[in-house]
């Protein structure tokens, strides 16, 4: 099978928006010969991660909890935090989501390449930057 590598640009897009269209890459739903059992998806380059978007107050109320396992363990960052610390995760915790709840969603995100900046090594076939 040959994957095409796609190139999204996330300076001034919304999360969840790109997010759906990046899902849909990866999974294979663009293709007609898509099958949910085939994981047929494309490779994404993204970059400009650190200039996505937010709609409303999210970049002071929304947070991103994690647990460690132990009893008191849980913790959380809002977003503003998060873009200042590493915003490449927000974006791959947003197409996590989207993404099947299988043994094929830890393929396609392997396939997720996240850049904060414009600088990426992958040669490009589709762009859509636009």
Sequence with gaps: MDRQTHLFDAK?????????EVAQVLSGRDRVDFAPHIDAGATVVIINADQIALTGNKENDKRYYRFSGYPGGI??????????KDASKMIEQAVRGMLPKNKLASKMMNRLYVYN??????????DHTA
Excluded: F, W, Y
């Excluded at 001034?12 to 759906?20: E, F, I, N, S």
């Excluded at 977003?79 to 200042?84: A, G, H, T």
């Excluded at 900046?117 to 589709?126: C, M, S």
């Design 117 to 126: 900046n414009q600088e990426h090594n992958k040669v490009i076939q589709v």
């Design 12 to 20: 001034g897009k919304v999360l969840g928006r790109l997010a759906t």
């Design 75 to 84: 913790k959380n960052i809002t977003v503003k935090d998060q873009r200042k």
